[in-house]
Every structure is written in structure tokens, then in C-alpha cells.
């Protein structure tokens, strides 16, 4: 007796040879449909790249987002100090005002609130837009910690692209522990807590950073070692300006 899959392959050949070579055809047209689909595309996302770092005032703005402990900042420090960018986090930002204005703790949950109060006070790109007008006359600028939507679409009508950078929650949660910041999270149960704080917002003020991400023309996914994770930041900057 043959094997049920010798048989399977008995039925499966006896189809004609017209209908065959029809299957086959409409296969491959739709294979090719699908890349001529993805070429434009890519084409059309590189366009929109090109077009808003070449605007008339030349200069190079990127917002780099992402949710906490993924390397958004390691990339913004690369940036700064190997292409000569200035480098401001948002975050850093707020973390001032709250000092000088005695507004608390520098503790998650209180930057996540104070933040969230300030936007509803000064506008939802906050404190982007701010950091924008000041450094107006920077020719290379990166900036890292944008929350908001509304943050995102600041930098982009600046000029700017947005990049994501993202690596699993535990690879996250590995790296918080390691940069130690004061006010984070120690447990595991309290980073996944807060990623979800961070994650989608309800309203345009608060944090949203899932949003922001789903934004971004151009992603960086930190799975592997610091080494690797410079060589795909290199690679973005090659493409964004050869």
C-alpha cells in the first residue's frame, strides 16, 4: 500500500495541463502585483523623507521615540557623538521645569502627570515646539522622549522624520535596571504597569507613545548587541542623508 502522501501527490498531478499553467500564471502575476505594490512604496516613503530634510532652511531634524528602556536615547547620544548633532531629551526637559518649579518627585508617575498638566496648560506638543523655537538655528538637532502624537507631527511640519526604536519588554526592562534613573520602576510588574500608562493615551495630552511609534517613517528594532544597534542607527543616517 503507498503512503498517504504518495497518493496525495497522485491526485494533486492529475490536474490538467491547461488548468496547471493557468494556476500558475495567475500565481505569478499576483506575486508580481504584490512587488510592484511594495516598490512603490518604498518610493514613495523615501520621497517624503527627502522632501521634508530638504526644505529651504537645510536643516536636519529627527525625533527619535520609543517606549522606555528601548535605546532611544543611546541612539540620540550616537547621534551626538558621532555626527555632530545637538541632542535634547523632552524628557530632561520637563524633569528641569519640575525641579524649578517645585512641582515634586522626579518619579514616573509624577512626570507622567506633570507632563500631562503642562500640555493641557501650553499646547499638546509640549514641550517640542518649545525646544524647536529655541534651537531654531540648529542645522543638525535629534530629540528623544516625545510622548505625543501632537509632538511628532511638530517635528515633521519642522522639517523632520521620526524614528522609532523598540526591543521586547524584557530587553527593556533589562536595560532600565542597568541605567538606574531615579524614580523608575524597580519591579517587573511596575514597568509593565507603566508601559501601559505610556502606551496609549486617551486623550491628545497624554502619553501615547504606541501612536507616536505607529508614526514613524523609519524603525529600529534593538534586538542585538550596542555594536549592532550603532550600525542600524548608521544606516538610517545614510539614507536620510548620504
Known sequence: MGSPRASRVTVDTSISEGGTIG?????CKLALFAEIELFWYCVCRQFTIYHRMNT???RLVIGVVGLGGGGKDTVCAYLAEYYGFTFVSTSDYIREHITRNGLGDLSAENLNRRSTELRRELGPDFPTRQILEAHVRTTQLVLGGLRVVAEGECVKSAGGIIISVDASVEVRYRHALRRARPGE?????EFVALDKKEAAGSDPTTHNVNA???????RIMNDGSLEDLYRKTDEIIALIAP
Open 56 to 58: 529651504a532652511s537645510k
Open 23 to 27: 494556476s500558475a500564471f495567475f500565481i
Open 212 to 218: 507616536l511609534m505607529a508614526s514613524a517613517e523609519l
Open 185 to 189: 520602576s524597580k519591579s517587573f510588574a
